[in-house]
Every structure is written in C-alpha cells, then in structure tokens.
C-alpha cells in the first residue's frame, strides 16, 4: 500500500492502495475507517476483495489525517463525494465503512456509488454508553479533538447533545448493515464494545426499503475483528450485486 493525497473542496484526503489501484480501470472498494482507527485499521478487510477489484483505505479526517475545513459527517461525506468523482471517474465504487466511517459512507451521493456496507453505523448517539466516559476523557485531555467529538457524538463539557443519523438513508444508494450480535443494552461490565445498533435501530433498518441487515454471530462492535469471516462473506456479495447492477 502506498499513500496518496486526493484534494477536495474542504482540504486534502490521503488514500492508502497499491501502486497501480487509482490508475486503473477496475471498480473500487474504498474502506471508511472508524474514529481514532489505528493506521493499519480495516486494511486486512480491504485485501479480501480480490483481483477483480481495487481497494483503497481512507481515515476520517483529522483522525492521524489532515482535518477537513468543516466537521461534520455531511461535510465529510460531501468531500468523499467528490473525491469519489475526482479520483474514480467512470469506475462502479462500493463504499465499505465502520462505526462513524459507515455515517460517512452512508452519506455520500455520487451515482458511481453503487452499494454501500455499513459495519455498525451508531444511529442514536446518545446511547453510546460503552463510550460515554472516554469521549468525555478525550474531550477533557484532547482540545484537537473537541470539534469532531462534539460535532458528531454529541458531546461537550456540560452535556450530551441528540444526535441521530436516520436521515442519511434518505437517497442512499442500495444499503447492506451488519450488526453484532451482542446487545448494546443493558448497560453492564464488559470486556470488549457490544453492537452499537440497539434494537429499535435493527427494527428501522429491517423495516427500510432498500437496505438488507446482517448480523454477526458472536461479534459486538468491531466485527472486522471477531468475526472477520462473516464480513468478508457480506462484503464479497455485495461487490457481485454492485457489477450484476452496474452492467447494461
């Protein structure tokens, strides 16, 4: 993987993929990474598409990236739109994200977008409790952080403002949700994050045309790590629907 450096109206998004992936013709697989993803994050994932397809990694920004002018998940998504435009001109895109990276994936409009996979897209931020009081921690310690923290979770010194993100499915392209097994509620000691989906969220999306949900047996929020199988079976199948619905 060698990284590269995609401009948008809202400042620079570096890319990570193989030599040769932004130069082809090949449809594109980009992965969204989540919030404070490590470097290496999602790339695994990223590897299992094949030799049909090219697979390009994105952080969000000003997670160890540039931040963008605005922060938002709408302006972030506006910015991927656009570099889905810019960079993969005449390519059928698949647009694969996790946790906060599925939100940004979600709300990307570009007619190359032809599916999207979103890993655990937490749509009611105020639920989030397995997060509560480290965002309230990194808030406090890390001042960098505070926009995106309080833009997007919802999060500031003094409360916990409504953020919800049932609205990005409005014009979505066709939609494939993966969700742990493991329930967010009730609030108990765990040893790692259960789904962030709760289940009013599973009926909503269940019950939404155009999205089809998976879940993953065993698994709780990061399910590209405990259940990596699973995922690679959902994402395998949504690239074969997004070139079966590409094709004239």
Same mark, same amino acid.
């Given at each position: 993987?060698?990284?590269?450096?995609?401009?948008?109206?809202?400042?620079?998004?570096?890319? %990570? *993929?193989?030599?040769?992936? +932004?130069?082809?013709?090949?449809?594109?697989?980009?992965?969204?990474?989540?919030?404070?993803?490590?470097?290496?994050?999602?790339?695994?994932?990223?590897?299992?598409?094949?030799?049909?397809?090219?697979?390009?990694?994105?952080?969000?920004?000003?997670?160890?990236?540039?931040?963008?002018? /605005?922060?938002?998940?709408? *302006? %972030?998504?506006?910015?991927?739109? /656009?570099?889905?435009?810019?960079?993969?001109?005449?390519?059928?895109?698949?647009?694969?994200?996790?946790?906060?990276?599925?939100?940004?994936?979600?709300?990307?409009?570009?007619?190359?977008?032809?599916?999207?996979?979103?890993?655990? @897209?937490? =749509?009611?931020? /105020?639920?989030?409790? @397995?997060?509560?009081?480290? +965002?309230?921690?990194? %808030?406090?310690?890390?001042?960098?952080?505070?926009? !995106?923290? $309080?833009?997007?979770?919802?999060?500031? $010194?003094?409360?916990?403002?409504?953020?919800?993100? !049932?609205?990005? !499915?409005?014009?979505?392209?066709?939609?494939?949700?993966?969700?742990? /097994?493991?329930? +967010?509620?009730?609030?108990? @000691?765990?040893?790692?994050?259960?789904?962030?989906?709760? $289940?009013? $969220?599973?009926? %909503? =999306?269940?019950?939404?045309?155009?999205?089809?949900?998976?879940?993953?047996?065993?698994?709780?929020?990061?399910?590209?790590?405990? *259940? @990596?199988?699973?995922?690679?079976?959902? +994402?395998?199948?949504?690239?074969?629907?997004?070139?079966?619905?590409?094709?004239?």
């Amino acid at each position: 993987m060698q990284t590269t450096v995609a401009q948008t109206s809202l400042g620079p998004i570096p890319l %990570w *993929a193989p030599a040769d992936a +932004l130069a082809s013709a090949k449809p594109v697989v980009l992965v969204i990474t989540g919030a404070w993803a490590e470097p290496d994050d999602m790339i695994k994932t990223a590897a299992v598409v094949g030799p049909d397809w090219d697979a390009v990694v994105m952080r969000l920004p000003g997670n160890g990236t540039p931040a963008l002018a /605005e922060t938002s998940i709408a *302006a %972030w998504a506006r910015a991927v739109g /656009e570099l889905v435009e810019a960079t993969f001109a005449g390519r059928p895109v698949v647009l694969v994200g996790l946790s906060v990276g599925a939100l940004v994936a979600l709300g990307v409009r570009s007619p190359l977008v032809r599916r999207v996979l979103a890993i655990e @897209p937490p =749509l009611v931020m /105020e639920k989030l409790w @397995p997060m509560a009081r480290a +965002l309230r921690m990194r %808030w406090r310690d890390d001042p960098a952080a505070r926009p !995106f923290i $309080e833009a997007v979770f919802g999060v500031t $010194e003094a409360a916990i403002e409504p953020r919800t993100y !049932f609205d990005l !499915f409005e014009g979505a392209p066709p939609v494939e949700v993966m969700f742990g /097994e493991v329930a +967010l509620y009730p609030q108990r @000691p765990l040893e790692r994050f259960p789904s962030f989906v709760d $289940e009013a $969220e599973r009926g %909503w =999306l269940a019950a939404r045309p155009g999205v089809a949900v998976h879940v993953a047996p065993g698994a709780g929020h990061n399910i590209h790590v405990f *259940a @990596p199988g699973v995922l690679r079976e959902v +994402l395998l199948s949504a690239l074969d629907k997004a070139i079966s619905t590409a094709e004239p």
